[in-house]
T-cell receptor, first 113, second 113 residues
């Protein structure tokens, strides 16, 4: 089966600019996750979707971060405006339900200048 | 707060040496436990998982992990490592019935030929 697809793989922007990441989960996976992984750390959950509903966004910095999952399939994560501290790898994952393993994409490495 | 600790941040071994990576968690309830691996330039992949049953879990590529409930531990082992095992290893935990996966900080393993 095709894995979780993310784009772009790399993004370099200047601070205060907007940026968006896209994720296509594994077909049939209703649950989608966005994580942020800082250098030397493990991934940290930003938001979780069940179909098109964001069921856990408690860790999402809502002043500058937003996400959507229209039609319950693909998802986008946006940062506006980006700050220097947002440099990280942004990971998307999907799973087929509760108590099922999460499958990760390759991530988008974001660098803020 | 719920947390996962991986005490070894960097491990260097020679081929054929035995491996044990420590993982401890701080949840009080019933948990699901995972080890993920990230090979250089690749995405996070599931190595093995524990949901219930036999606390000794066997995963891919000769890895195994043992869940010791009394010690809140889920250590990863491999009797004889190979150069191709060079990667970063992440322990992750979620409380049963909750989708939020909490990761440790990871252990970078370097296996010298």
């Amino acid at each position: 089966e095709a894995g979780v697809v993310q784009s772009p793989r790399y993004k370099i922007i200047e601070k205060k600019q907007p940026v968006a990441f896209w994720c296509n989960p594994i077909s049939g996976h209703n649950t989608l996750y966005w994580y942020r992984q800082n250098l030397g750390q493990g991934p940290e959950l930003l938001i979780r979707y069940e179909n098109e509903e964001a069921v856990d966004d408690s860790q999402l910095p809502k002043d500058r971060f937003s996400a959507e999952r229209l039609k319950g399939v693909d998802s986008t994560l946006k940062i506006q405006p980006a700050e220097l501290g947002d440099s990280a790898v942004y990971l998307c994952a999907s799973s087929s339900g509760s108590n099922q393993p999460q499958h990760f994409g390759d991530g988008t490495r974001l660098s803020i200048l | 707060a719920q947390s996962v600790s991986q005490h070894n941040h960097h491990v260097i071994l020679s081929e054929a040496a035995s491996l044990e990576l420590g993982c401890n968690y701080s949840y009080g309830g019933t948990v699901n436990l995972f080890w993920y691996v990230q090979y250089p330039g690749q995405h996070l992949q599931l190595l093995l998982k524990y949901f219930s049953g036999d606390p000794l879990v066997k995963g891919i590529k000769g890895f195994e992990a043992e869940f010791i409930k009394s010690k809140f531990s889920f250590n990863l082992r491999k009797p004889s490592v190979q150069w191709s095992d060079t990667a970063e290893y992440f322990c992750a935990v979620n409380e049963r019935g909750f989708q939020k996966l909490v990761f440790g900080t990871g252990t970078r393993l370097l296996v010298s030929p």
